[in-house]
């Protein structure tokens, strides 16, 4: 009765389109050998919600979860190119400050070279 199967589009809250666009602008100066891209990503015990919905055409899908706080493992990984994979970090718990500095120190800027060659270009995503 005017419900479509729908899956739930996440957005970022925090994109600013012009932002963006002016992001794009300024990487797209280095080949992209140059480029090695580092993330963070993280697990902990909370069930993942549901992907597909129902609703009214022409509204989203909204679901809300309760919050879980339970054991965490967090994990940064840098990527190039050319090597894929080049160095990885796993912990219990977040990264702080000090460990993510550790990482960069111990583990990743062994693998880059200096500008201008190929891994010479760190990007984080997300870094303010």
């Given at each position: 009765a005017g419900l479509n199967l729908k899956h739930v589009q996440k957005l970022a809250s925090k994109m600013k389109p012009l932002v963006h666009a002016g992001f794009i602008c300024r990487i797209s100066q280095y080949p992209a050998h140059y480029l090695v891209a580092l993330d963070e990503v993280s697990k902990d015990n909370r069930t993942y919600a549901h992907l597909w919905g129902r609703a009214f055409c022409g509204e989203r899908v909204e679901k809300h979860n309760p919050f879980v706080q339970k054991e965490r493992f967090s994990m940064l990984?840098?990527?190039?190119?050319?090597?894929?994979?080049?160095a990885t970090q796993v912990i219990e718990g977040s990264f702080t400050c000090e460990l993510f500095l550790g990482f960069l120190h111990d583990d990743l800027l062994?693998?880059?070279?200096?500008?201008?060659?190929p891994q010479s270009v760190i990007v984080l995503n997300n870094a303010h």
């Open positions: 990984g840098a990527m190039a190119l050319d090597e894929g994979i080049i062994p693998c880059t070279n200096p500008y201008p060659a």
